[in-house]
């Protein structure tokens, strides 16, 4: 199994990474103009393990992916808004797969993302990823991160203007059922992201591989779609994002992938107040992921549960003194995984 594997220990602040396949053509390789700006410093939380350059290392802008990226791409944008709300320890590897101008096709001595029809190993778009994905995984581990598998950013059908929406769906569904079972993660999510609405309207045929992208959560458990936006694309180009196109699709990328994996998320909660006995605390939860969430509440002093202390707010009694108080925050959602998120803990003084 590829998710989970821990190392025998941590070398740097950052101890769990969370690992994102990036795959597709142009837009997740890489087309968001400008790039390489003051809006880009290096960012420590954030790694790859490059196409090319095979090595475990800090993510650059632009990524390293199969082709020549040419600006920043909504992956790493994705990946900015994922490491904020994730504890200090935990991070994100990106495995940048993409490569532009590619497509499913049969054609002899062109690359494919079709399953198991390339014409050499070389052109094998989905072997390769998987393989980069192996490897990156391993290089984490050896560098001494615990690494999480995590999910796949997809971007593509610009290639495929020709195909019926029965059609594409096919290739579409059979590819990521041969990622989820070469990476031994049947649930992994799989977020689709949306294509330029100029490009559609530029390519008509597009409005098919669109259709199809929108209805893969309809036919594949754990998918989502991530719309892009009208107006967000370079200038004197239909269809490649611009930067402002690029950080709207990473958000909508973040929101998708909680959909995808069925979790409602919040970030650690935190407890205000003066931390006395005869006081009151107060849990502040934070906004949660896929709104409406019902919340709960369940307090803690040094570890153990106080019994029926459920609400937002706790009144700390005398026996709590010199215990270190924390509370848990649970969120709930029809359709999705109930998670939890724990505080830091504030120890009561006199």
């Known amino acids: 199994m590829l998710a989970g594997v821990t190392p025998a220990q941590a070398a740097t602040k950052v101890t769990v990474l969370d690992v994102f396949l990036a795959v597709g053509q142009s837009n997740v390789s890489g087309r968001g103009l400008p790039s390489g700006t003051t809006d880009d410093p290096a960012d420590p939380r954030i790694f790859q393990y490059g196409a090319k350059l095979r090595t475990f290392r800090n993510a650059t802008i632009p990524l390293d992916m199969l082709d020549v990226a040419k600006g920043i791409s909504p992956a790493t944008t994705f990946a900015r808004g994922y490491v904020k709300n994730q504890p200090a320890n935990v991070g994100v590897l990106i495995i940048p797969a993409a490569r532009g101008a590619t497509a499913f096709t049969n054609s002899v001595g062109t690359p494919t993302w079709n399953v198991?029809?390339?014409?050499a190993p070389e052109f094998d778009l989905p072997a390769l990823a998987v393989t980069q994905t192996r490897e990156g995984i391993a290089a984490a581990v050896a560098a001494g991160y615990t690494v999480k598998l995590k999910g796949i950013l997809w971007h593509q059908g610009?290639?495929?203007?020709?195909?019926?929406?029965?059609?594409?769906?096919?290739?579409?569904?059979?590819?990521?059922?041969?990622?989820?079972?070469?990476l031994a993660a049947p649930q992994l999510p799989f977020v689709v992201g949306g294509l330029a609405p100029e490009g559609i309207t530029a390519q008509p045929g597009l409005a098919n591989v669109d259709k199809s992208h929108k209805g893969t959560p309809s036919r594949v458990a754990y998918t989502a779609f991530a719309p892009s936006m009208a107006g967000g694309v370079n200038d004197g180009d239909a269809f490649h994002f611009s930067r402002t196109g690029d950080e709207f699709l990473g958000r909508t990328y973040l929101t998708a992938f909680w959909r995808a994996a069925k979790?409602?998320?919040?970030?650690?909660?935190?407890?205000?107040?003066?931390?006395?006995?005869?006081?009151?605390?107060?849990?502040?939860?934070?906004?949660?992921?896929?709104?409406?969430?019902?919340?709960?509440?369940?307090?803690?002093?040094?570890?153990?549960?106080?019994?029926?202390?459920?609400?937002?707010?706790?009144?700390?009694?005398?026996?709590?003194?010199?215990?270190?108080?924390t509370v848990k925050v649970t969120g709930a959602k029809?359709?999705?995984?109930?998670?939890?998120?724990?505080?830091?803990?504030?120890?009561?003084?006199?």
């Not at 020709?162 to 990622?179: H, N, P, Q, R, V």
């Not at 109930?338 to 006199?350: E, I, L, M, Y």
Request: charged content about 10%.
């Open 263 to 325: 979790i409602t998320y919040g970030p650690v909660p935190i407890i205000t107040g003066t931390a006395k006995v005869g006081s009151t605390l107060t849990a502040v939860p934070g906004a949660w992921a896929v709104s409406p969430v019902t919340l709960s509440y369940q307090w803690y002093h040094s570890g153990t549960a106080v019994v029926g202390a459920t609400a937002a707010t706790y009144v700390v009694p005398s026996g709590d003194l010199g215990r270190t108080i």
């Open 158 to 182: 610009e290639g495929n203007w020709w195909m019926s929406t029965s059609a594409y769906s096919a290739k579409l569904d059979e590819l990521i059922g041969y990622f989820r079972s070469q």
């Open 116 to 119: 198991g029809t390339a014409s």
């Open 334 to 350: 029809t359709g999705y995984t109930t998670t939890s998120r724990t505080s830091a803990g504030t120890k009561v003084a006199q």
